[in-house]
């Protein structure tokens, strides 16, 4: 471990980091978001799934600092009377959750395909491709519509509701892996023609441990770089969703949900309840696109500027 430590303190992934400034602000306020979404339960001054301590009386309350807010709202209330700084913390949460987590499921299902298809190429790599070609044509939207759908006729809206979250995951992952196959496949043809593959094979390494041990480790830097601007687009993804009404039900807030249930009530001038949570959206989504362009730079000797 402190061997681990000592080699990543002197690494070059650190050293670009330290000196460069919008990374770091980057990281800095996505830290922040982050743990103050975590955190939520901790420091939200409401519970937004407590019923019991919801009133619809103080519904559509604005911001604190206009006329009619009051001190105990500090961004003002949603259509159901929940704080909308409370609500906006544990969308926050259950958004970047649905982001990671769904990028963990498109990386699995890619890598493990593009390994495959890179590996063993002929007729299992054109099987493989032409899979990843059909999932291409159904977009994240026809996917949700599909398995939503599906899950509904099945188990009922009640269950659906339960499940939301699993099934965005699901949903966002199958929709999003084969951009993971076609790089890591990519990667895979370039490095299994190399000598140290061969060699491995020569002394009699079985074709699994070749590829998870050997190429996998080499063919790890685009797949890193893919991995940090999915986030971002696995969150726009859950946000569009929700605000479409395939996603989060309004009763499990996420941004996406929350910008929706405001979006109705945005005309006649009650904006900030689509406007605050809409506001941290783009800052997320935009701090994350920046570190994923750092990432790319820094694993890209030909595009780092030193």
Not at 123 to 149: C, E, H, K, P
Not at 231 to 250: D, Y
Request: glycine share 8%; charged share 15%.
């Amino acid at each position: 471990m402190k061997e681990a430590w000592l080699q990543f303190k002197s690494s070059f992934f650190l050293y670009s980091f330290l000196r460069d400034p919008v990374a770091i602000v980057s990281f800095l306020i996505f830290l922040v978001l982050v743990i103050l979404s975590f955190l939520a339960p901790a420091i939200a001054p409401h519970d937004p799934y407590d019923l019991a301590a919801i009133d619809i009386m103080d519904a559509e309350l604005p911001p604190v600092w206009m006329a009619e807010g009051e001190n105990r709202f500090l961004l003002g209330t949603d259509g159901q009377g929940r704080d909308l700084y409370s609500t906006i913390l544990y969308g926050m949460r259950t958004s970047i959750i649905i982001g990671i987590l769904a990028v963990l499921l498109q990386a699995f299902l890619g890598i493990c395909i593009g390994l495959i298809a890179g590996y063993f190429g002929g007729l299992v790599d054109n099987f493989l491709m032409r899979l990843a070609d059909i999932q291409l044509s159904f977009s994240t939207l026809l996917v949700a519509i599909i398995i939503g759908a599906l899950f509904q006729t099945a188990f009922g809206v009640e269950k659906y509701e339960d499940f939301s979250l699993i099934l965005l995951i699901i949903i966002i992952g199958i929709a999003e892996w084969p951009q993971y196959a076609r790089t890591m496949r990519a990667s895979v043809l370039a490095e299994r023609k190399k000598e140290y593959v061969e060699a491995a094979r020569v002394i009699g390494l079985k074709s699994g441990r070749i590829m998870w041990r050997h190429i996998f480790p080499n063919a790890l830097s685009p797949i890193l770089v893919i991995s940090t601007v999915q986030v971002a687009n696995a969150v726009m993804s859950e946000a569009a969703l929700s605000f479409l009404g395939l996603g989060m039900p309004i009763t499990k807030p996420s941004l996406g949900a929350l910008i929706n249930a405001g979006f109705e009530y945005f005309i006649s001038g009650i904006w900030w309840i689509t406007a605050f949570p809409g506001f941290v959206l783009v800052i997320l989504i935009f701090v994350i696109n920046l570190l994923g362009d750092w990432v790319r730079d820094v694993l890209n000797p030909k595009l780092y500027k030193h």
